[in-house]
């Protein structure tokens, strides 16, 4: 019986022995989305899982910031965010592929470069007026890349460059960003404009409720394709994201769903970077997210 497209595609870039690069928003978003692949790939090919925003920073923290800690059951983000690096290093390890924490900070707890002006004194005790996303409903998970976000837009840019050196060999894993979090639409932007070849994953758990954005899958062609091999111990591994994993699956159990790849309908082919702009300015995604 012949291959499905996304089998022979997968087996076919295996086989050829190039790297390849998953590029993980927070530090389980590959295992989220992609476990049951990495688990048959890792077993056959070099592959890198490259965990971008692996860092938090001390307080005070914003409202939004408060109430993901208090969900989790911490008041450090600092000493949260080193238990979820560990979580992800044994994790990973279980999978035999690489793991690199690159050590950007998470959304939630971002901060401008510098004060607003004026606002430097009143921060203290508005802690929203320093954060590159002062919430998370209205501006974190609106799909939208910040403006003040363009160096970090730069610095994910360059560690795919760093990674996966030359363009013409290697292929990027990036996030499709469904569900609208700006973190996952900065990271597929990167991919997007970084001139490598890219498959997109659709975002896992978030895929359930929320729909890709119809733009960007129209503008490079896309076509979604299912991968079911390795799903029997993809429950196991997500529960090993042990901090996480009460607050993704509130009612105790992981849906075993497939994965979901989108590559181009001409085939594999490198995407090109898109034109030169104002870095990660009004870049959306989601459809559906409100």
Known sequence: MADDPLTSFVRTVVGSGVPILVL????DD?????????GWAGRRAPVTVASLFTEAT?????????????????DDAEELFAERRAEDRRVLDRLDVGCRHVGLVDGLFRRLPGPRPGTRRLARRLPEL??????????LSRGRVSPHDAETLRLVGATVDELLPGRSGGLVLAPLGVGGHADHVLVRTAAERSGRRVVYYSDFPYNQHATPDARFTARHRLVARAWERGL?????????????????????????????????????????????RGPGIGVRTAGGVP
């Open 232 to 276: 029997d111990r993809k429950a196991e591994l997500i529960r090993g994201y042990e901090t996480q994993v009460d607050a993704l699956f509130p009612e105790g159990r992981v849906p075993r769903v497939p994965e979901v790849y989108l590559l181009p309908e001409t085939g594999w082919t490198a995407t090109r970077p898109a034109p030169a």
């Open 58 to 74: 001390p307080p005070p923290y914003t409202l939004s910031g408060r109430q993901y800690l208090k969900q989790i059951g911490t």
């Open 30 to 38: 590959a295992v989220l989305s992609c476990g049951g692949l990495l």
């Open 130 to 139: 320093a954060h590159v996303y002062p919430t998370y409903r209205l501006h």
């Open 24 to 27: 993980s928003p927070h530090l």
